[in-house]
């Protein structure tokens, strides 16, 4: 599976998110900066929705695998 990063210079640097995954975005001074953020990002918002399911199937059988 393959994300869209976007990049947009602007007055203080850039600013970056991932097309396909909303609330993945920040900025950086420089690209390259905005790139590790961007990374950083995305890893938060992954635990974040992974703490907000597991939370909501709390006392249900459910069957967890990996998803490449």
């Known amino acids: 599976m393959q994300l869209t990063a976007v990049y947009m210079q602007v007055p203080e640097g850039y600013i970056a998110f991932v097309e396909e995954l909303p609330g993945a975005n920040t900025q950086g001074d420089t690209l390259d900066e905005a790139r590790e953020n961007l990374r950083e990002a995305v890893a938060l918002v992954l635990e974040a929705n992974r703490e ?13 695998e990996v998803f490449e």
Do not use: C, N
Not at 52 to 64: F, H, M
């Open 52 to 64: 907000l399911a597991e939370k909501s199937l709390t006392g249900q059988q459910v069957t967890r």
